[in-house]
């Protein structure tokens, strides 16, 4: 990772614009759209963007920023950006930013096409239905195990809450699901392993690691396999009798070489 992504809240805080034109009122629209202030100079702002046509006088003016100590973004130059704009897809409050770290935009805005496809209007609205619905949860489902497993059943595919699918009324699915049961009746799964390259594993492997509760590592586990599972799983050396409430996975060595399903 050559960037740590970041969502900032810019509601109220001044930003600094310096520039003019198209690419200029781009960044302005992004700002005003998220609620900040834009001036020309302020030594409280928090960040600064820099749409100047000359690149001398843009990396002037982002020195000139940095030494004051705010984050830069240079229209177009990413070796002198301190933060890159990613192509951004909104369904507030769920943001999806796609960056390619400078090295195409027009691959970036591709991606935001395909992507954007297939995230359908009422992502937003579900999203704030489940953040309403936070106090009533706990009554019904008072462990975090117990909501974990409760909001991964029905945000799974197909399910009721199904971020990819489009959903009439969010918060009457919402309300519903919390209605519903969290308890969890144990399961085991094995995965063989056979190499440290994750993209060995399937689709279905993945996502049992990542939202195992406990993990049992059955021989000299690559840590890139490992680290796929839920990092706050339970860390077993053997497998229990009985079975722990929830999915149990065993990472197991295959010295044959063979990586199958379990």
Known sequence: MDQLPIFVKLAGRRVILIGAGEAAEAKARLIRAAGGD???EADDAALAFIALDDADEAAAHAAACRARGLLVNVVDRPALSDFLMGAIIDRSPVLVAVSTGGASASLARALRTR???????????????ILAARDAVSPRHPTPSDRRRLWERALAEGAAL???????DPAAAVAATIAGTSAAEPALLTIRV??????????????ALARCDALILAGPIPPAISDR?????????AVPDPLPPGLTVVLAWDEAGFCGKG
Request: proline fraction near 10%.
């Open 229 to 237: 599972a839920r990092r706050d799983a339970a860390r077993l050396p």
């Open 115 to 129: 992507l954007e496809a297939l995230l359908p209007a009422s992502l937003g609205p579900l999203a704030r239905a």
């Open 162 to 168: 199904d971020p990819f699918a489009a959903i009439a």
């Open 38 to 40: 834009i001036v020309a």
């Open 194 to 207: 056979a190499s440290a390259d994750p993209g060995d594993l399937t689709l279905n492997q993945l996502n």
